[in-house]
């Protein structure tokens, strides 16, 4: 009965945990809701609790195999110290327990536990770099003060858009169309959900607006044109600031990569694994660096 | 004892009246708090009340003369029928009143009573076309799904560009280094404010970065061009939708007369008056179309 070792990616709305035995064999993965740590401290510990329960089953595994788990943790939100700590005030029933945010994470699997940097562009955007033994981010710090490029404000841009082509301001658009027929034509009701709408429901019309440039719209085509140019602005401070290699993560940084690597063809790299990788990783090598030390 | 006429201009922080005799004359102002009819029915009329009476009280006058009064009331939000009619339900204790938007009596006091178009861009921003008897809006349906090229739009991309020249994403600037300093130098406060700001709330920073344009800081310089280029995309449009003038009205509008006059001298022109005159005409020229006859 050997060691056995888990990797969970924990963000906004699903965990996802790996599970290795020593010698690195993959037994099993598993799935749940969200656990980024700013939905509450017992949220999150169940949704880790439930996607490693879930690896361990499809393993042929169950509980009576916490006492032989390492498991590193990359969460959203382990960032924040007081999240950080009070997640880990109330420990888990395995063997040992690591964790971190799921951004150092992703770059930990993006570079296979080697020094890095990674752009993630998904609802919101965040940069963070992993060099000289230190970790530090960049933007991320929300919608929309922040995340520039995301696919939150690549949503916001589209309906500001959508609603000047339907006053006639800008040229008819088949997105422009497209986004106000999903309101039933009525742009008052686009303003009246606007006034309660979070970034998510503003990232849900991002790949409208990819879809529609692969398809030639032009305001399509300009609102995509927009998006490289602030990834581009957040690649090229990630380089100024020192990051060697950066590997682009997210729905929208996915989308956009080919665009971006054309611009910086010597920075920007293939992520080499994802962010479960990465919590194995940081289960496994103790002198990665930890966050709050 | 004459006839009287006063023009109100009410818009979400303010209330002004002029008052003028039959002949014309000025006999005096006052001022109040906001009457944007969105702030209720009760508090808008109390404000145009307050107003009323205070350019009474200017001219020696009171009370016992609002019967000899001819009201002309420019009120924010008057464009939504909802609102137009509720306000009217109360009616007001004087000879006679005729509301309309505080947009179109700008718009009549901008062109003297004749056909025109405006473009406000103060906190919000909106176009508004007079032509062939008939009134259009645009645009400004609220921050930040629209109202581009605003006082509040203005100030989130200066917030937005502070955190990332904080970062060290773009170079420093002065314009960056004055907001984060107004937050106390931490980025964090900047965060936790957004978290509950308004339009109004970031409208208060576009005049640091005019300001500092003005100055030579090269990133207010370009924001202010951000803006130059959204409100040229919306004096555009107008044209397009077939406005022969256009006269920028607000905060921002006035600032960037200039540069937007330079791109187009043939349709930007000063406004003759202000909204209080546009009211008084309003109320005098009972030809002028009714926003909801």
């Known amino acids: 009965m050997g060691d056995l070792y888990v990797g969970v990616d924990g963000g906004g709305s699903h965990t996802r945990a790996r599970l290795r035995d020593a010698s690195g064999r993959r037994l099993g993965e598993g799935r749940a809701s969200g656990s980024n740590l700013e939905l509450g401290i017992p949220v999150a510990r169940a949704a880790v609790l439930a996607a490693i329960d879930g690896a361990l089953r499809e393993a042929g595994l169950g509980p009576q ?37 799921d951004a150092f994470g992703a770059c930990l699997g993006a570079f296979g536990g080697e020094e890095g940097a990674i752009l993630i562009a998904g609802t919101g955007s965040v940069g963070l770099i992993y060099q000289g033994g230190r970790v530090r981010t960049c933007s991320g710090r929300g919608f929309p003060i922040s995340d520039l490029g ?5 949503g916001l841009r589209a309906l500001q858009s959508a609603l000047l082509s339907h006053d006639g301001i800008l040229p008819p658009s ?8 999903h309101f039933g034509g009525d742009q008052a009701q686009v303003v009246a959900w606007a006034s309660h709408a979070i970034p998510a429901d503003y990232g849900r019309f991002a790949p409208w607006v990819l879809e529609a440039a692969q398809d030639g719209d032009a305001l399509a085509i300009a609102l995509r044109g927009e998006a490289i140019a602030a990834l ?5 401070g990630l380089i100024q600031m020192g990051a060697p290699y950066i590997a682009l993560l997210g729905g929208v940084g996915q989308a956009l990569a080919g665009a971006l690597t054309a611009q910086y063809p010597d920075h920007l790299v293939e992520p080499a694994a994802d ?3 990465g919590a194995l990783l940081f289960i496994q090598h103790k002198e990665l660096p930890c966050l709050h030390p």
């Open 65 to 101: 195999d916490y006492r032989r788990l390492h498991a590193g943790l990359a969460l959203a939100s382990a960032e924040l110290p007081e999240c950080y700590h009070a997640f880990l005030a109330e420990p888990l029933p395995f063997a040992e327990v690591r964790l971190t945010s």
């Open 150 to 154: 995301s696919g939150a404000w690549l």
């Open 174 to 181: 088949v997105l422009a169309t497209r986004l106000l027929h």
């Open 232 to 236: 581009s602005t957040l690649v090229g």
């Open 275 to 277: 962010a479960m990788e």
